[in-house]
Nanobody
Framework: QVQLVESGGGLVQAGGSLRLSCAASGSIFNINAMGWYRQAPGKQREWVAI???????GYSDSVKGRFTISRDIAENTMNLQMNSLKPDDTAVYYC????????WGKGTLVTVSS
């Protein structure tokens, strides 16, 4: 079992920045990748970014160049630095971990005002 807890969401003005964190605990040795999805009101869940155990990263076109995913191995934490935020980035952001099965956090709300 893997437990994931997100933090760092909040309200920010357009053009601002936020940093999300995801703390992992439990059977983390089986995790081969972690990442973020988001779900805006009335929309389907959308993949945002991923970082593999080897450090390879990937981003959706909608956030590429503005968001940066990273990890702190010592702290078992993954982070998402979000810059140049837009109102369209408003969503609940979910941390996930790929292992023998996929694990999910409960989400953290990001609201970007215009």
């Amino acid at each position: 079992q893997v437990q994931l807890v997100e933090s760092g969401g909040g309200l920010v003005q357009a053009g601002g920045s936020l940093r999300l964190s995801c703390a992992a605990s439990g059977s983390i040795f089986n995790i081969n990748a972690m990442g973020w999805y988001r779900q805006a009101p009335g929309k389907q869940r959308e993949w945002v970014a991923i970082i593999t155990s080897g450090g390879t990263t990937g981003y959706s076109d909608s956030v590429k160049g503005r968001f940066t995913i990273s990890r702190d191995i010592a702290e078992n934490t993954m982070n998402l630095q979000m810059n140049s935020l837009k109102p369209d980035d408003t969503a609940v952001y979910y941390c996930y971990a790929q292992s023998t099965i996929n694990y999910w956090g409960k989400g953290t709300l990001v609201t970007v005002s215009s």
